[in-house]
């Protein structure tokens, strides 16, 4: 899934990591319409499987040991995208949640998507949008990480067959913590072990996110953060830039 040092620290992100990261129902009723029929899946850089079809053949693939040994599955081989074991169409589907953005090189991976299933269905981020969420005016470094940009919407479809692309909406009660998970709840933040389960949050140096967690706690006592971000604040969901890539056969 990542390089050996993003998967050094994956080992420590994905301790606890089904407690906060769960599946939400309505992002998987979206996982469940990309399958389709689907009866043989993939899921490449799999963590704990969160958006896995409970009812069919699954084979989880992960680098991080840690990460497999929480994921539920009784399929689950360690290794990376890179370099898939299995043989040439060998799944109706390939699924890659959050971890394009961590391999080492996205193209040879998604050529590997496509080699070993019919269709492919990613979800990935808008990295331009990213930088528009409200958490980077108190996290700046959060923006600055090393990143494969090239994992990102145009380098994800530009790899793949007849890709379409929608926009995976943030409902306001998440309950996927991911990064904007808890957009509309900035309390959330605040908490360590959520954070710990966010990459782009857990792989910063303390004196890059803690200055910010304390203004952040400062402006929510205050009431200054209700104040800067009220036109968020009667919103179902929003679009944070997360994107459902679906490609191959349908």
Do not use: K
Not at 21 to 27: E, L, S, V
Not at 179 to 198: F, G, K, S
């Amino acid at each position: 899934m990542t390089p050996a040092t993003s998967l050094d620290r994956y080992d420590t992100i994905g301790v606890g990591y089904r407690t906060h990261r769960r599946p939400d129902p309505r992002w998987a009723v979206r996982f469940d319409e990309a399958l389709g029929g689907a009866t043989r899946i993939v899921d490449v850089g799999a963590g704990t499987g969160s958006y896995e079809p409970a009812d069919r053949f699954v084979v989880a693939v992960d680098a991080s040991a840690v990460m497999l040994s929480e994921h539920p599955g009784p399929r689950r081989v360690h290794g990376d995208a890179e370099h898939l074991p299995f043989r040439d169409i060998e799944f109706d589907a390939a699924m890659a949640v959050f971890t394009v953005h961590h391999w080492r090189d996205v193209a040879r991976g998604l050529g590997e998507l496509r080699r070993v299933a019919r269709r492919q269905i990613i979800l990935t981020f808008d990295n331009t949008m990213e930088g528009r969420f409200w958490l980077s005016d108190y996290v700046p470094a959060m923006l600055t990480q090393e990143h494969s940009w090239v994992a990102t919407i145009e380098g994800v479809t530009d790899h793949l067959d007849d890709p379409t692309v929608s926009v995976m909406p943030v409902p306001h009660d998440c309950v996927d913590g991911c990064m904007a998970a808890y957009w509309r709840r900035p309390e959330r933040y605040l908490d360590p072990t959520v954070r710990a389960n966010i990459s782009g949050l857990a792989l910063l140096a303390p004196a890059d996110i803690e200055p910010g967690m304390q203004r952040l706690a400062d402006d929510i006592a205050s009431g200054r953060w209700h104040e800067t971000y009220a036109h968020l604040l009667d919103l179902d969901e929003y679009d944070a830039g997360y994107r459902l890539v679906v490609a191959g056969q349908r």
